[in-house]
């Protein structure tokens, strides 16, 4: 390589700069291929200057090279002869095979001053039967610095070539295009028609029109014995001999790294770009969680109070019984049957409580298994959500990928245990724990024991029962005077209006209390799942801003390296 003043000085910026995007890689989690390709992209400045000869096995590319060289250095055949990549260099020894780090690459050296300072790369088929070949390729394709394309004129510029062709667009390689084979074709305007055809697939993939030259290696293998070399060759060594020059050797040698630096830069800001719409979709779903958890508490609110309703129409049924019982038995005709207190309660019991305490039961069994079922079906509406948020194919292999995927999976991870290990029966018994101490204390503490799901009937029936023992205390034969039973009558009427009405309240209260006890923990449980997620996410949106800034920076600076290294040409 040249080496001026002016060339050191590209040289120790584009270090600096290839150095300065792996580290940005490597930071931002970029996949292990990327990093590579940098790692790659900075060796290739110290290299020697790769020529990379790729094509379909059966394009002749053996032959291509041999007759390129002018001797036989590699084995030619009809089927696939080369099952690695052959570097080939100048040397003393003449067919010295040397291995490298890379079992798949071999070094060859060949006494041809026409290799001094070049070395040239044979790769396998690009379309050959052992798929590795085609992986060998491709792989080193970002290593070229000049690509020799080679096609067949028999069936010239084939889909896969065309797909390959897009590779090299893809790296930024400067590409030589070789129609081998033309002396098949019989007539000069069958040959401007394959050179349109492919010129113009070129160009297509390209975006530009490289140099297309239409060549026999058979021809040129045979006339050189004859010393008439083929009129496709010629032109070829000219345009080699230019582009191999030491300064086009510079340019294309400091070119090409940065060339891969440039998509290795969009293809990181493609992730970045890619990773800020998952979180603007994410943030999405959790808000969209946030107001089905909303909607859902409201829902439920919704429902209790139909539920709350139908307990205050059997009480309000119950109210109904008491107060005919009470104008039936509080009267002067009925002053035998005062006499009896505990065949008037049994009276109460079967005419007034009647079938109360198996409808408040039903009424509160109904009640819990609607809330159970209500809060078992949001979590699962939780977890279907997490499972749709898949990372999209820009961002599935990098470091934000799987950090987002593991605090996902702990989302989903905590509906799923919530489903797996809460059942109905367990809702249902925890929270009639929480309700039953406050119950007791709003009927009177009465039936000890009993849960709201198990047994509210029991307790609302004693307390049904404990109002005899207010409404018609007192009532003896010879306590009551002439205007004390019609007055006993309006005063039980009373004291049955304020029972009732606060058991109404008290039960009320301890429901509503109730449900908003468990929505708070099923609150509690979501925001407990979500955090490390919000926080993984307001972390995020920091750094894919400062990556934003950076690759910013980085890519100002590659624009004017770039500019700098056309400017040698």
Known sequence: MLVSDRVQDLLSRERALLGDVQTFLELHGAPPEALEHARTAARALDETFLLVVVGEFNAGKSSFVNALLGAPVLPEGVTPTTDRIYVLVHGETPGQMEPT????????????????????????????IIRQHQALTEGFLPRADLVLFLTSADRPFTESERQFLSLAAR???????????????????????????????ARGVLGLTPPVLL?????EQRGRASGQSDPGFHALREILKMRLSQTERTRLKLANPLATTAELLGGEE???????????????????????????????????????????????????????????KLRFSNLRGLMNSRELEDQFRREAVADLPDAIDRQFGSMIDRFVEANLHFWEDVQAFLIRRQPGGEVARTRFAYDRGALLEGIAGSARDHLENTTQQELARQLSRDAEDAMKGAVGGLAGGLGIGAGVGALIGATALDFTGGILAGLTLGSLGLFVLP???????????????????????????????????????????????????????????????????????????????????
């Open 215 to 219: 060549i026999s290696a058979r021809g």
């Open 487 to 569: 007055n006993k009558r309006l005063q039980a009427h009373r004291q049955l209006r304020q029972k009732v009405d606060a058991l109404r309240a008290g039960l009320e209260q301890i429901v509503r209390r109730e449900y908003e006890r468990e929505q708070e923990r099923a609150d509690a449980r979501l925001r407990d799942a979500i955090s490390p997620y919000t926080r993984f996410t307001e972390q995020e949106q920091l750094r894919l801003e400062q990556a934003r800034t950076r690759a910013a920076e980085l890519r100002a600076r590659l624009e004017a390296l770039q500019a700098d290294v056309k400017a040698l040409g």
């Open 270 to 328: 493609a992730r970045a770009e890619a990773a800020r719409q998952t979180l603007r979709e994410d943030l999405s779903v959790l808000m969209d969680l946030e107001a089905q958890r909303t909607h859902h508490r409201e829902t439920m609110l919704g429902e209790l109070d139909g539920q709350l309703n139908r307990v205050g129409r059997l009480l309000s049924e119950f109210e109904v019984r008491a107060d005919r019982f009470i104008d039936d």
């Open 171 to 201: 790296w930024g390689r400067s590409v030589i295009m070789v129609v081998n084979k033309a002396d098949l074709l019989e007539t000069q305007e069958q040959r401007a028609q394959v050179r349109e055809f492919v010129e113009s697939g």
């Open 101 to 128: 780090r890379d079992p798949f690459v071999s070094r060859l050296t060949y006494p041809l001053p026409s290799l001094e300072g070049v070395a040239l790369v044979d790769t396998p088929g690009t379309n050959a």
